[in-house]
């Protein structure tokens, strides 16, 4: 974790989706408020597909730092939860349509995902990099992908700023989630990837990957908050009154140690 802690203080993921407009045009459904939430079940969806802030273990359980979050911010609201998974494509416009009550998902707060739903306070930071191979020699800026084969995770913030910024420039491939994209980086199926950075110092940390990071500048960084449906104020205040009891008791920061790295500080 040696790794991941020298640069935690720069960033920490997360995730995070940008859907099209027609997708933000879903039907609002009638989600519920928290009234509604204590009498029933707190439906909380993530990707599952994000190590380590959601994966399936061997199990067949979804587990990871954001689902722990998820079980103690239910536990200190009252409520029972009930983790799901979700496409990450369309996890926005699920949340919309009222599948389920929030998204605790490391997603970035965005313009464009405000339009569509509310965020909590923000629990982190999340900023993105670009990756290669480690005996790849050809890259070291931006202007180095001209022409190369970039990947990203659809439906992510490292996808939007990778369709935004390459035309013209690099050739887009997208991947389902990162342990794909970091298999067709290492086997060559693209020559550099954009993603959010702690996900992959994590991976690192586990697994003797042969990539490593260029510095390319500054690239975006977004704060990543919980975002549940329009217009449920009980339900927010909830949530951010949670949030803080979590990281004044040290819950937040044990989930932190577990997953992260020891003695991290992301927020």
């Known amino acids: 974790m040696k790794m991941i802690k020298q640069h935690l203080g720069k960033s920490l993921l997360a995730a995070a989706l940008v859907l099209g407009s027609t997708a933000f045009l879903s039907t609002h459904a009638s989600a519920r408020d928290l009234p509604e939430i204590r009498n029933d079940v707190f439906k909380v969806a993530n990707s599952g597909a994000y190590p380590p802030f959601s994966f399936v273990d061997t199990s067949g359980n979804v587990v990871g730092f954001d689902v722990d979050i998820a079980k103690a911010l239910a536990e200190r609201?009252?409520?029972d939860v009930d983790i799901q998974t979700s496409p990450w494509s369309g996890i926005v416009a699920a949340l919309a349509g009222g599948r389920f009550d929030a998204c605790i998902c490391s997603m970035s707060v965005t313009e464009e995902r405000q339009r569509a739903v509310d965020f909590t306070d923000s629990y982190y930071s999340s900023g993105l990099s670009v990756w290669v191979r480690s005996d790849n020699d050809d890259i070291h800026s931006l202007d180095d992908l001209?022409?190369?084969?970039?990947?990203?995770?659809?439906?992510e913030t490292g996808n939007q700023w990778a369709v935004e910024n390459g035309q013209g420039k690099w050739r887009n491939q997208t991947f389902q989630g990162l342990p794909d994209m970091l298999t067709g980086l290492t086997t060559g199926r693209v020559d550099a990837i954009i993603a959010d950075d702690v996900p992959v110092y994590v991976a690192l940390a586990e697994s003797d990957l042969a990539i490593k990071m260029v510095d390319v500048g500054e690239l975006p960084r977004w704060p990543a908050a919980i975002s549940i449906q329009k217009n449920k104020p009980e339900l927010l205040a909830a949530l951010?009154?949670?949030?803080?009891?979590?990281?004044?008791?040290?819950?937040y920061q044990s989930i932190v140690d577990k997953w992260i790295g020891e003695g991290a500080d992301i927020d």
């Open 77 to 79: 609201m009252g409520v």
């Open 146 to 155: 001209q022409g190369k084969r970039v990947g990203s995770t659809i439906g």
């Open 240 to 251: 951010n009154t949670a949030l803080e009891e979590i990281k004044a008791d040290g819950t």
